[in-house]
Each structure stands twice: as C-alpha cells, then as structure tokens.
C-alpha cells in the first residue's frame, strides 16, 4: 500500500532564503503526522507544499496521488482530496456559517441545494456547530470559527487534512474544544498531517511526529520520541516547551 | 424695484415638471445600471488584469475624473455625429453618463476588491473552487457590499449632474424648466422650484437604495454592522 | 471654412485663464464661507448646527446649474441686470463650493481624537483657544488632501459658467466650434488643456494622502 504523502529530498528557497533543505518524509493511510519545530524552522511552508500553495525547486512529492512536482498537475483535482484548515480560519465573513460549509459541495461538485443543506448540517453536527448554522463568523469565538473551518474542509469529503497551527491564534481556553474535534477526526481513521505547538496532543494523537529544525527533518518518531529526544535541539525545543508550560501552571 | 414673486403662474405647469421628474428618473437609473456594470469590469481589469489592461482602465479613469462632464458630453454628442450615425440627445446623454459614472465606480469598487484578504482567496482555492468561482462569490460579493454607501453617493450625485446633459438640448427635469421659465418670465421662481424638485428627488433616490441595500445584503440588514 | 488654427489655441488659453481666475475666487470665496459654516456645524448653538446642516444639505442637494440659474435670475431681481458674468458665476460657485467645503472640513474636524480636545480643555484652555492652537492645526493637517481633490472639482464645475454668460474655457471651445464646426477636434483640446490644470491637481492631492497616512500612523 502506498503512502498517502510522500516527499522526497525536496528543496525550497524564497529568493536567497533557503526554507527547506532537503527534507523527505512518508505519511501513510490513517496515520497522523505532528510536525513541529521553531518558527523559521520550515514547517508551515513543508505543509504549505504538501498543498501546492508553494512551489519547489528541487525534489519529488506525490500526495494522493498526484505529483506536485509535475508541471501538469491538476490543482483543482489536488484540492479536493485534500483538505487544509489556517490559523487564520478564513472564513468567509458575509455568508452564513452554513453557506460557508455549502458553497463549496454547490459550486464545485454541484451538489444540489437540498442534499448540500443536510450535508452541512451532518458535518457541523460532528464538530459541534450545529446550533450556530444561522449565525455569521464574527458572532462566534475563535475557538468555533476554527471548528467551522474544520467542518468546511471536511464537506468536501477530503482524504488527507492538513492543520497548519490552528489552535496558535486561540486563547487558551479555546483551544480544547478545537482539539477534540481533531482528536475525533484522527480516531475516525482520517489522515492528517498537523503543525502545531500543542506537545500533549501531539504526544497522545500522532502516530508519528516529525521534528524539523533549519529546514530540514531532524528527528522523526512516535510520540515518546519527545520524552527520549536523540539530538541537542530537540531536547532543547522539549525542554523550553515544557519549561514555558510550567512557568505557566505555577 | 419691487418684485412681486408669483409661483401660482407655475402651477398649471405641473404636469410638466412631473414629466421631468420621470426623464430625469430614466435617465439616471438607466445610467446607473450601465454605469455599475462598465466600473465593476473596469475595476476587475484594473485590480487584476493584465498590465495593458490596467494602463488602458488607468488612462480611462484619469481622463475622465480630470475633465468636466459638459466636455465629455460635448465631444460624445458632436463625436458620434460626426462618425456620420445620428444619436438622439438622450441617447449620447445616456452614453456620456455612463461612460462618467464608470470612471468613478471603478476606483470605488476597485478599493473593495483590494480589500478582501490574500488569505479568502487562498482558503476559496483550497476548497477546490475555481479563478472565476472564487473571485465571484469570495471577492466580488463582500467588495460590493463594503463599497456600496459609497456607490449609492455616486448615483445621487450623477442624478445631479444629469442636469448638465440639457446643455446638448437632452429631455430631462433642467430642460423642463428651462422652457417653463421661458413661457412664463418667471426664471426665478421656476429655478427655485426646480431646485427643490432636485432635493426631493435625491432624497427620495437614496432612500431607496438603501432600502435596496437592505433587501440585497441579508448580513447587514441582519447583524447591522459593515463587514 | 477655416479650420482650427493657432489662433483659435490662443483664444481657448486666454479663457483658460479665466477658468483658473474663476476657479481661484470660487475657491478662497468658498473657503472663507465654508470655514464659517463648518464651525457653525459643531457649534454648542444648536440653531447654529441646524442652520448650517440645512445649508449644507440644500446645497449639496442641488445641481450646480440650477444654482447658477437661480443666482443670476435672483440677481437680475434685485435690479442688478447688468452684472458682470464674472460676478454671478462667482457667487454661484462661491456658494456651491462652501456647502462642500464645509462638510470635508466640518469631517476632518470631527476626525481629530476626542483625547485632544479633553487634554486641551484639561489644560484650562477657553473653547476658542482649543479650537485655534490645538484642534484646528492638526484638522487643516487632515484636511489638505482632500481640499486639493475639491479644487479639482471646482475648476471642472467653472465650466458651467457659461450658462450665466461667462466666458470661461467650455464657452470659448462652443464659440470656436459655431464658427469653424469641427466640434471634435475643439472638443477635445479643450479636454486636453483641463486635463492640463486638474491632473497635476489630482496626483498632488493623492501624494498629500499618502503622505498624510504614513505619517499618522
């Protein structure tokens, strides 16, 4: 069985600032994938290239399927196996949070109306966000936005999600609701691929997590990998991590 | 000298000023239909077309807002005169109306389109969604609604400078009035009379189109605030 | 028939220059007047503000050319019947210009921070002092740009003044076309010669809003 994501030796530059140097890594069916790293260390823009909203200089990566590296790819084709979720959340701020989740299923794979509506009902049900299918984004929290934009992603049934931080914008105490959406997601055998700075979730979720630091893969592992860090560095990020998080708790 | 102000001699001419009003209603609505449709697409070419494209929308926006419109009424009605076709005064003053408000709405709808977010785009995109879906429902849509006091401001003032078009003789409310007060030698009291039918006239025309704003734009008539 | 010549050029630029000289008094008449009555606007004399908003609204509520008509009619009531065109295409734009005038800056005005007043008042400074050395200095800062853009309207709006008998840029290209007829070719150099005076207007208006913007952030 093939991998879901593969990349290989893949480099990336912008302008003079080399950002990926050389990384490659597999992300099989069903397994979740936690990338972490300092900012600067490549990671956003590695997920950002898994989505072909960057484009690389160098090395392979086949996702799906298709073959980013191909001057031919099909985007559209791309994007609807795969689903990404920002830390932003975008969503659209003059449709409802019902039409965001419909406008998708209806322009793209026109879906009738009716079917879209029970659709985004069902989705919004698994996130929790049922009750609020009336309302506009800048009446909820950002702790619902980021459900919604989750619920968003998945109508358009994708096989693989990406998650690029998205509990980084949240206060504290909303990041937990986000969190075991996410948990569910991976539970239900979804492939996902997350960049976050959440260790407790990466260490209990992903089946593998991936340390990048300076633009390339550092370390690559199980979740204990983060109690029994090999290299300088990470112990270095683990322990800053962890010694931040307990400044916090006294 | 004493002057005795007589406004009952306009009385008999009601129905006229009534005709004007409705010229002048055509006139406008018209105008602003076709006006909106030229500036959004010029705003489109100028925001995101090619390079030539946005010279050629540059080019036609500045030349438009640095010259009067009685000018470009003129060189509209005389123009295509002389290309040999034969326009009625109504129809270039249409044309020389549109071709103005165009200018204008494009630079407002242009600043709503620079507005939206990189990041809807990209969020649109991932959704699989395609260029034209995208800037249509993601783009275009919250532009409008964020630009549209301002359009509506556009529109009243144009209602107000379609006076000028009874220069090349055009059928709406000044025309009327000019030929009122030459019937009764009582310029005065026509041009005040006239000049109130403007006032209700744009005050009538903006209510409107708010209330119009509220029907098409479910967010605001909803949450009350701007996006 | 003759055709258009440099002669024909020669008139158009004279009456250009009577354009700007028209613009000119519209535009330091109406400022004068629109000063009045923005501070009118945010008057503690609640006559005062309702006056001026009522001034306002009529004039920006009317076309400038049935302005210009009522004025020079009005005008010829009085028993003034022979006033100098100049005269009444001044005070028709005079007019015309304050009502917009006054509403830009009665805008800036109202855009300087509420924080600056209550610190001057703080500073137990009387209303007009306020006014003077700390409110008005950072609004006329606010209110350049958009000044220069209204000077820009007010010399396309000269054109108008024709209908009272002026004889300003517009009129001289109609008289030069009943007499050569060649509408386009006139036509269109008396564009180009507006285009001359109001885009340098316009770009300096845009540099002043940039400008304004990177400094106040």
């Not at chain 1, 990336?12 to 950002?19: C, D, I």
């Amino acid at each position: 069985m093939s991998a879901v994501v593969s990349l290989s030796n893949v480099h990336k530059q912008f302008g003079s600032l080399k950002v990926l140097d050389g990384v490659s890594f597999e992300v099989g069916r069903g397994e979740v994938a936690a990338i972490i790293g300092q900012s600067g260390s490549g990671k956003s823009t590695v997920l950002r290239c898994i989505n072909a909203l960057e484009t690389i200089q160098q090395g392979t990566i086949d996702v799906c399927g298709h073959a980013l590296h191909d001057a031919s790819l099909n985007r559209r084709a791309l994007h609807l196996d795969v689903g990404i979720v920002f830390q932003s959340y975008n969503l659209f701020p003059h449709l409802t949070v019902e039409q965001n989740i419909m406008l998708a299923p209806v322009s793209v794979k026109s879906i009738p109306k009716k079917q879209a509506r029970e659709l985004a009902r069902e989705v919004l049900t698994r996130v929790g966000m049922e009750a609020k299918a009336e309302n506009y984004p800048e009446q909820l929290s950002g702790g619902q936005q980021q459900r919604v934009a989750i619920a968003r992603s998945l109508a358009m049934s994708p096989k693989l999600m990406l998650f690029d931080e998205v509990t980084s914008a949240l206060d504290p105490q909303l990041t937990g609701e986000v969190l075991r959406v996410m948990e569910d997601l991976a539970r239900g055998g979804m492939t996902m691929i997350l960049v976050t700075h959440e260790m407790a979730f990466a260490r209990k979720v992903a089946s593998k997590v991936i340390y990048m630091h300076q633009g390339k893969v550092w370390e690559t592992g199980s979740g204990d990998m983060l109690d029994q860090p090999k290299t300088a560095e990470l112990r270095n990020f683990v322990g800053g991590v962890s010694h931040d998080r307990a400044e916090a708790s006294v | 000298m004493t002057y005795h102000f007589d406004f009952s001699a306009l009385l008999p001419y009601w129905p006229e000023f009534a005709r004007g009003i409705w010229l002048t209603l055509q006139l406008s609505a018209i105008s602003t239909v076709l006006g909106f449709v030229l500036g959004t697409l010029c705003a489109i070419g100028r925001a995101d077309g090619s390079r030539w494209v946005k010279w050629l929308v540059a080019i036609y926006v500045e030349a438009i807002r640095n010259t009067p419109l009685l000018v470009q009424v003129f060189i509209i009605y005389f123009g295509i005169a002389t290309l040999g076709l034969h326009v009625s005064a109504n129809l270039a003053a249409v044309i020389a109306l549109v071709i103005n408000v165009g200018a204008y709405t494009c630079e407002i709808v242009r600043a709503g389109i620079e507005s939206v977010h990189k990041s809807q785009i990209e969020a649109a995109e991932c959704l699989g969604l395609s260029r034209v879906q995208t800037y249509w429902h993601v783009v275009l849509r919250p532009a409008i609604e964020r630009v549209y006091p301002a359009v509506t401001s556009q529109y009243v003032l144009l209602m107000l400078a379609s006076s000028i078009t009874s220069q090349i003789s055009a059928e709406e409310l000044t025309a009327v009035a000019n030929r009122i007060q030459s019937d009764t030698f009582r310029a005065f009291e026509t041009y005040i009379v006239t000049g109130v039918l403007y006032l209700l006239l744009s005050l009538v025309v903006r209510i409107c189109l708010w209330l119009f704003g509220l029907a098409v734009f479910v967010r605001r008539r909803k949450l009350g605030t701007a996006i | 028939m003759p055709t258009f010549s440099l002669v024909h050029l020669e008139f158009l630029l004279t009456a250009a220059q009577w354009t700007i000289g028209l613009s000119i008094a519209a535009f330091v008449g109406g400022g004068l007047v629109g000063f009045v009555v923005a501070l009118a606007r945010i008057s503690d004399l609640r006559v005062l503000r309702i006056a001026a908003t009522v001034y306002i609204q009529l004039v920006q509520g009317t076309p400038l050319l049935i302005l210009l008509f009522a004025i020079y009619f009005g005008i010829a009531l009085l028993g003034y019947t022979n006033l100098p065109p100049l005269i009444a295409a001044s005070a028709g734009l005079i007019i015309y210009s304050s009502g917009f005038l006054a509403e830009i800056w009665r805008g800036c005005i109202d855009s300087v921070p509420k924080t600056q007043w209550q610190a001057a008042e703080c500073l137990a400074l009387t209303r007009w002092q306020r006014m003077v050395k700390v409110i008005l200095p950072q609004a006329a800062r606010i209110a350049t740009a958009p000044t220069v853009g209204f000077l820009v309207q007010i010399v396309k709006n000269t054109s108008l003044a024709s209908v009272v008998g002026f004889v300003e840029l517009a009129q001289a290209g109609k008289l030069i076309n009943n007499s050569i007829y060649e509408p386009f070719t006139v036509f269109m150099i008396v564009a180009l010669i507006y285009f001359a005076i109001c885009f340098p207007l316009s770009t300096w208006s845009r540099s002043l809003e940039r400008k304004l913007n990177v400094g106040r952030r």
